[in-house]
């Protein structure tokens, strides 16, 4: 199990809308995501930035996966105008640099 941390930012005045589209996400997008090896997906917000962590069998094969997805893309197609820049999907994560043990 790998455990992803990511960064996002959320487009200035789109605050609002980003949490009300993320209220519930649609059923596809959440079959996809499970069938893709994610366990967890939690993103938190301070003022614009975004924080995610993922908990995944495979980060790079989730990436894989919903790259031609239709519901990742349709999910994409709705979220990305809400967002300061396009999510990265070739992007690895955060390093991280200590937790306690």
Known sequence: MQRIALRT???????EEYEKVHAVI???????????????????RDGLDLFHYVEVEDYARLQEFLRDHPADQ????????????????????LHQVWELP
Not at 9 to 15: D, H, N, T
Not at 26 to 44: M, S
């Open 9 to 15: 930012r959320v487009k200035a005045g789109s605050e």
């Open 26 to 44: 649609p059923a596809d997008l959440d079959a996809a995501l499970r069938e893709g090896g994610v366990h967890t997906w939690r993103i938190w």
């Open 74 to 93: 349709a999910w994409q197609a709705r979220i990305n105008p809400l967002l300061d820049g396009d999510f990265d999907p070739s992007s690895t994560g």
